[in-house]
């Protein structure tokens, strides 16, 4: 049973997109083609060329944006409001999740490649303000990315989180190395699961995994 490999566990990490609501909603449907439009007017280039682009500096980078940083020079900040103007209706509460999640002993963040702000409206959504100690953007590591090592050593420096006693719920398998190699407890959320030595545990199902840990 997952329970008891996770009796060490105080300090409990949840990415946000797909993570704590189903990929199935497919929010990211209405922001990709927001992140290929802004590609478009920021460099001047062509719908096929930004989707390109959009697609490679996520593969390389771990996310559009840092790509954009890294190569172009792209001020985050006008870029990440304008990418998170969606409808957030799509999303529905989950009373269960939340339930699940205001037992877990401990202390309880949220870590996203997004902003915070954008987190916080997620979480309205999905019915679960108000269950996490903090939630944390990626304005919070200086723009640095999951999967990088130092991200995720920023976030927690600030946070106070004590990898050896920590778990880390993620839907991107590569935003889970690192986690491993600090040592924290790592659960692959996703509908397919995805064989790697840094997983530990995988679950189509972050309501029911959560279930058994209570």
């Known amino acids: 049973m997952p329970k008891q490999h996770f009796s060490h566990v105080s300090h409990w990490v949840f990415d946000l997109d797909n993570t704590l609501y189903p990929a199935a909603t497919r929010l990211f449907d209405q922001i990709e083609p927001r992140m290929t439009a802004y590609v ?9 060329e930004a989707n390109h682009l959009r697609m490679q500096y996520w593969k390389t980078y771990g996310t559009t944006l ?3 940083m890294r190569e172009h020079g792209v ?15 799509v999303l529905s509460p989950c009373p269960e999740l939340a339930a699940h999640i205001r ?4 202390r309880r963040i949220v870590y996203t490649n997004g902003t915070a702000p954008y987190a916080e409206r997620v979480l309205k959504a999905r019915g679960l ?3 996490f100690d903090a939630v944390y953007g990626v304005e919070h590591a200086g723009f640095r990315p999951k999967p990088e090592r130092e991200a995720f050593e920023a976030i927690f420096a600030q946070d106070g989180t004590d990898p050896g006693a920590a778990a880390m719920f993620e839907d991107d398998p590569r935003n889970l190395a690192a986690p491993h190699e600090m040592g924290m407890r790592t ?5 397919a699961p995805h064989e790697a030595a840094h997983i530990h545990h995988h679950t189509d199902d972050l309501r029911h ?6």
Request: glycine share 12%; aromatic share 6%; proline share 7%.
């Open 129 to 131: 303000s108000g269950l």
């Open 187 to 191: 659960v692959h959320v996703a509908d």
């Open 103 to 106: 037992d877990l002993p401990g």
């Open 75 to 89: 001020d985050p900040g006008p870029y990440l409001h304008d990418v998170h103007q969606i409808d957030f209706s």
């Open 209 to 214: 995994f959560l279930s058994l840990l209570t």
């Open 40 to 48: 478009m007017d920021a460099l001047g280039v062509t719908e096929a």
């Open 66 to 68: 840092a790509g954009l």
